[in-house]
Every structure is written in C-alpha cells, then in structure tokens.
C-alpha cells in the first residue's frame, strides 16, 4: 500500500494530485503545521530523519524530495503518459524542468519569503531601518530582477507549449505547480504573465487536481 505523508501547504500536494491522476490505490497520513514556528511536527522524523514532507512510502521503500518522489511515481506507474519517450525533444524539456523547479526557482522564492518575514518581523526599533533596509536591497538588487527573468523565460515557454514537457501533460507540469502557486499566492501575474496564469487555470481545473484538493485539506495557493 502507497502511504503518503502529508502536510497541509506544502510540496505534498502536487504529490496528491499525480496520485490521483494515476489512479492509484493509497493512503494518507496528514499532520499540521507548529502554529507558532509554521514547521513541520517533530512526528515526521519517525518516518524520515529530514523530518520533512512530502514523504511517501510504497512497500519497504521510503522516499522524501518531492521530486523524487514524483519521479519515482510517474516512471513506475504512469511512465506512458507522465514521462515522455526518453530521447525525445519532449523528454530533454521534461528534465530540464522537473529539475528547474526546485534548482532554480524555489529558492528565490524561500529567499523572497524569508527577507520579506524580516521586514514584518518584531525587532528593537534602532534595529529596524537596518535590518529592511537591507532586505529590501536585497529583493531590489537580486531577487526581484531573477525573479522576472524566472517568470519571463516560463511565460516565453509556455506561449509556445500548452505543457512543460511539449504538447501533452507530464509530471515536470506537476512538478511546477508548487513554485507558481506559491508565486501568484505572494505576488500574483500581470498579463505580462498570462501564458502562466492560463497554464494554472489549466491545471486547477482538472479533475484529479480537484480531488486532491478535496483530500488534502486546507491549501492556501490553490
């Protein structure tokens, strides 16, 4: 039996959704953000050392890294449909941004995340013009302009390709779910943007999608 360890408003959702797509058989275990630290419960390193979701086990085999995990459910059962022919055009893309997601994204957007916390956070009033004035700098000179080349490239892409991958759905599409929620949840898109909010609707409205939503819980960037 596939167990899917599940935390609410996290990577673990787009793992929902490829579970529903496949139509597989599984179960799920979910667990709750600290209300305090918004951190995983320390429960999850019963499952995995890193402590962290998603984590899903399939038999006597354990995966964390949602990549992965996606990976590992797209080429064991749904390698026809979610992973295009290896050695294909389509199959390079596939690659290129089942990897880009979490290598080249997302840590612009945890970077964007964390300095913005700074800013809000509680602080000595003496400390505070300091402290964001560097983290406004900081998003001025670094995060905001690769940010807008990220967005830009994506737009570029996706104005050309219904789907990550080319023509037809893959789990690269799944992988990429979570950065642009996350995104248009934080910042939203202009119609400088509309090839990636169209891609979004696409997504949200299939029906696996809203299943998983369903199953899931609470998910803030849907």
Known sequence: MITLHHLNNSRSQRILWLLEELELDYQIKSYQRDAKTDLAPPELKKIHPLGKAPILTDGDLTFAESGAILEYLAERYGAE????????????????????????????????????????????????????????????????????????????????????????????????????????????????HAHIKRWLERVHARPAYQRALQKGGDYAYA
């Open 81 to 192: 449909k979610w992973v295009p022919k290896t050695g294909s055009p389509a199959f390079y893309q596939y690659r290129y941004w089942l990897h880009a997601a979490e290598g080249s994204l997302m840590p612009l957007l945890v970077m964007k995340l964390i300095f913005n916390k700074v800013k809000s956070s509680p602080m000595p009033f003496f400390v505070k013009p300091v402290a964001r004035g560097i983290a406004d700098k900081v998003g001025s000179a670094y995060l905001d302009p690769n940010l807008k080349t990220q967005f830009d490239y994506i737009e570029q892409h996706l104005s050309q390709n219904p789907w990550f991958a080319g023509d037809a759905i893959s789990a690269a599409d799944v992988q990429m779910s979570f950065p642009l929620e996350a995104a248009q949840d934080r910042q939203g898109f202009s119609q400088q």
